[in-house]
Each structure stands twice: as structure tokens, then as C-alpha cells.
């Protein structure tokens, strides 16, 4: 396949959390704001330390591994829906009662919280089908912001990625855990 001469924008991206259920629970979100970024990625996935004696650079070797962070926000119409068809951010974080996320499940069997996949797509030809897709395993929501604002209220979500046990990342470019 040839290198796409559209450069991609915040218009081509969509942002959707998966819970580990067999065929999962899904939350495309409604007005993300299209600024979800990525940080500490790299080739290792691994601190890197570095030796020196006497002041002088003798050495490094790959240390302990790192874990990406990413985030992004969205404009807020409700907080929680407590619809059984429909839901929001809230009802999929806090599996609330009465929503469509009341039984969503955690990806992650060796973390006693909750842990979900999010996917990351861009249609950049516009035919409706993502011709990039970045899968981020295991992400585990740290925390998240109400901001309100005259140009709207906003909810930004952070959050840790802490793989499937292979990979960080899978899609359109492969991140594996340090090794």
C-alpha cells in the first residue's frame, strides 16, 4: 500500500473503549474533542540506566520497564444516562447501575480494578472505513477532569497502559513490553 498524501487531522480520529467481556462492551465516545495523545513510547519500553565512574560515561543497559500514558477529553451532554441501551464515560467507568455498562468486565485478570481497551482510528479517505488503528491494552483510567468552560464542559481522561502481556500497542504499529 502507498503512503497517504492526507495528513491526518483531530476530524479523522475516533476514540472507543472495550471491556474484556467476550464480545465486548463497547463506548465509542460522543464529541471527543480530537486530542488524544500518546506519551513514552519508545524502541525499548524500558528505563534506560546509564553508568558512570568518575564522571565519565562508561556504560548504559536497559532497566526497569516504563508504561505509556495517554489522554484525551470530551464535551460533556449528561454525566450518567442509566440507560440500558446508551451510556456515558461515567456509567462505563463506574459500570453504573441500569446502564449499558453495569456488567462490563475488566481486560486484565492480574488487576483487582478496572482495566480497558482503547482504540484509536482515523479515516483519512473518508470512505468510512479507519485506515489507521492503534489498539492501546490494558489501560487503566487514573484519573479524570471536569472542566467548565463557555466554550463547553469538558471531561479529559488519564490513563496508564499496561499491555496484554505482549504488547503495549497493536494495529497499524506494534509497541511490545520490554523484554
Known amino acids: 500500500m502507498a503512503l497517504s498524501n492526507i495528513i491526518q487531522t483531530s476530524r479523522h480520529g475516533s476514540v472507543e473503549l472495550r471491556d474484556g467481556t467476550g464480545t465486548p462492551l463497547t463506548l465509542t465516545l460522543r464529541y471527543d474533542r ?20 568518575r564522571h565519565v560515561h562508561i556504560g ?31 456509567d462505563f467507568l463506574h459500570a453504573q447501575s441500569g446502564s449499558a455498562y453495569a456488567s462490563r468486565v475488566s481486560v486484565a485478570s492480574n488487576y483487582d480494578g478496572f482495566a480497558c481497551d482503547i482504540h484509536w482510528d482515523a479515516d483519512t479517505d473518508e470512505d468510512g ?15 479524570y477532569d471536569l472542566a467548565e468552560g463557555d ?28 523484554s
Open 60 to 90: 548504559h543497559a536497559k532497566g526497569a520497564p516504563t508504561y505509556p500514558t495517554l489522554s484525551f477529553s470530551l464535551f460533556v451532554t449528561d454525566y450518567t444516562s442509566g440507560d440500558v441501551t446508551l451510556g456515558t464515560i461515567q
Open 34 to 53: 480530537g486530542d488524544f495523545s500518546v506519551s513514552g513510547l519508545s524502541p525499548d519500553m524500558c528505563e534506560i540506566v546509564t553508568f558512570a565512574a
Open 151 to 178: 466554550d463547553g464542559t469538558t471531561i479529559t481522561c488519564n490513563a496508564t497502559v499496561y499491555g496484554d502481556g505482549t504488547n503495549y500497542v497493536s494495529g497499524d504499529i506494534t509497541v511490545p513490553m520490554a
Open 129 to 143: 472505513t479507519a485506515d489507521n488503528q492503534l489498539v492501546f491494552h490494558g489501560c487503566v483510567v487514573s484519573s
